[in-house]
């Protein structure tokens, strides 16, 4: 095989291929070069999810001519001018590679004036050719307008996703600024219809409302926070509002939005103990830090960041959120490991509320011993729930009881999970789901991307017993739920949706409808919540009347028994 150069052509192509990947890497690349140019007015104009064209205005500094004909050529950059402005950026773009892919992969054009020039500029370039160039009248700042994307590259343009998922991930990614970026306007317009458009604010928290709404806004508690030159600061949620994923979970490091395992990582061991299983907080965290001590030059899209002191900003992120819960009277009780050999965070302990364990006397304390359907194939193993006697529940998770064989110990949620899984999909099957109207009707807040989720599968939802109307600005008018879920948590519909979000578009088909029927019956569980005697027998009998009693929709188990022999074996007695 003889080694060949690549002419420019192939070189620029596989270049641009890895800087714009979808219509969301332009949006992100001329966003991020319009905060550069200092502009506070962002307007961005889609059609056909970017596919067909993408506008971004703003009124920044503008360009000269000059500058506006170098633009769009690879490695041309104002941000930096020699290798150690590298370790030092503080602006968002600094390759120079950005216009020159998007100007190689489309039809391009941009109008771009200074405050100080009389007339502006206007260049059209397509596949990396300029084909005009005209000094033209113009408002100052600059408008770049991208047309047939990828239309010299129709492999790249294959492996796109429907316009819906494409348009999503541009939302999510606007979204994303606009909750940091308080002092810049954003609006966001696709095929004519405004999905999006924040205001200059002084205070972080107006954008959060604006984003996520005052429901939300009133369960985060405010983080700020300094030390060793660090700042931190931005919102976190109380441990009463969670998520189902990750997509609540906003991280900037000098105004760059960033994924970064070492702080997220911090962020989870300040929360422990006071999370759920597969649950996750909401957060909109900003850190502050001299640029010297980071590596933003990781990955074509910047959104990487390497940290060189990783244990010691571990150790600040992890501080500042338990400064954030001592200071909203949510106790904790930490200490950082201060070893110089010291790779990671070691285990915090947090302090727990004080937990009654109930003990009854109670011939009523025994459940009757024809719990289970004739139906069953479990009924030799229901007898586990013959003769069983309730002695309470522990840590307001576990209840416990025995039954002549020895002791039982259940998981009142993965049992909860089980009842209600097999309750609704039994009146799924018939037809006939129960309905309960709410005394008042409940308007819920989401994000752009949330609402046209909801929207787009509403039939969905009304087959599950969910109808909501569309209420306007991202809010839907929540009317009725399924009586199964009576005890509705504020996050069970947007847990839902968000799983359908997470489904990135696909088809809900028999198999996925009851993926999420099983999701809603574990997000309908109360985590941690004290049970009466009563509610404790309760869940026990309509566990033994199910048809799998022993493990939840999602296959953990509901219960765990030990024999005497067991315990006596534990305790050292057998042989006695």
């Not at 892919?101 to 054009?109: F, M, R, T, V």
């Not at 109360?526 to 033994?544: C, D, P, Y």
């Not at 022993?550 to 219960?559: F, K, N």
Request: charged letters at 25%; one cysteine or more; hydrophobic letters at 40%.
């Amino acid at each position: 095989m003889v080694i060949k150069l690549l002419d420019n052509s192939i070189i620029n192509k596989i270049a641009a291929g890895e800087v714009i990947e979808r219509p969301a890497s332009v949006v992100k690349e001329l966003l991020e070069n319009s905060f550069d140019s200092g502009a506070d007015e962002i307007k961005i104009e889609i059609y056909d999810a970017g596919i067909k064209k993408i506008k971004i205005s703003d009124n920044g500094s503008g360009m000269t001519k000059e500058d506006a004909l170098i633009s769009y050529k690879r490695h041309t950059t104002s941000k930096i001018a020699n290798e150690e402005d590298l370790f030092s950026i503080n602006s968002l773009g600094f390759r120079g590679e950005a216009l020159a892919s998007i100007a190689e992969i489309s039809n391009l054009k941009i109008i771009t004036k200074t405050f100080d020039s009389s007339l502006g500029t206007f260049i059209e370039v397509e596949g990396g050719k300029l084909i005009k160039e005209e000094q033209i009248g113009c408002s100052n700042g600059t408008i770049i307008e991208v047309n047939d994307l990828f239309f010299n590259v129709p492999a790249r343009k294959n492996f796109l996703k429907s316009n819906e998922i494409e348009l999503s991930k541009i939302i999510n990614i606007i979204t994303k600024y606009a909750l940091i970026k308080n002092d810049v306007s954003i609006k966001l317009i696709h095929n004519n219809k405004e999905i999006l458009n924040s205001h200059k604010t002084n205070f972080l928290i107006n954008n959060i409302i604006f984003v996520y709404g005052p429901e939300i806004a009133k369960d985060l508690i405010n983080v700020n926070y300094e030390e060793n030159g660090v700042i931190v600061k931005g919102y976190i949620s109380k441990p009463v509002l969670t998520r189902a994923d990750k997509s609540d979970q906003s991280l900037y490091v000098n105004k760059r939005y960033v994924k970064n395992n070492i702080i997220s990582q911090a962020i989870y061991e300040a929360y422990k103990t006071l999370l759920f299983i597969n649950r996750h907080p909401v957060f909109i965290l900003e850190i502050l830090i001299d640029p010297k001590e980071i590596d933003v030059n990781v990955h074509p899209a910047k959104t990487e960041i390497r940290i060189k002191k990783e244990e010691l900003i571990s150790g600040i992120i992890f501080n500042s959120i338990k400064n954030a819960f001592q200071n909203s009277n949510l106790i904790v009780s930490a200490s950082l490991e201060n070893e110089t050999n010291h790779k990671s965070i070691k285990k915090y302990e947090f302090a727990k509320d004080k937990q009654s364990v109930l003990m009854v006397k109670d011939d009523s304390n025994y459940l009757s011993t024809n719990l289970y359907s004739e139906k069953s194939n479990f009924t030799k193993k229901k007898n586990i729930f013959e003769n069983f006697y309730l002695l309470g529940q522990i840590n307001k998770t576990y209840i416990i009881g025995e039954n002549p064989e020895g002791l039982i110990v259940l998981d009142q949620h993965a049992a909860e999970e089980r009842v209600n899984y097999e309750k609704f999909m039994n009146e799924k099957k018939s037809g006939a789901i129960k309905k309960q109207n709410l005394l008042t009707p409940r308007i819920i807040e989401l994000t752009p991307v949330q609402y046209r989720a909801a929207l787009n599968n509403k039939t969905f939802f009304e087959s599950l017993g969910f109808n909501f109307d569309d209420f306007g600005n991202n809010s839907i008018k929540l009317t009725t739920i399924p009586e199964i879920f009576g005890r509705l948590k504020s996050t069970l519909l947007l847990d839902v949706i968000n799983e359908l979000v997470n489904l990135k578009g696909k088809i809900v088909d028999k198999e996925i409808e009851e993926r999420i029927i099983r999701f809603a019956c574990r997000a309908s569980v109360k985590a941690g919540e004290e049970l009466t005697s009563v509610e404790m027998r309760q869940l026990i009998e309509n566990l033994g009347k199910t048809d799998n009693p022993y493990s939840c929709p999602h296959g953990r188990p509901t219960l765990i028994s030990f024999s005497i022999a067991d315990l006596e074996k534990k305790f050292k007695r057998t042989g006695w």
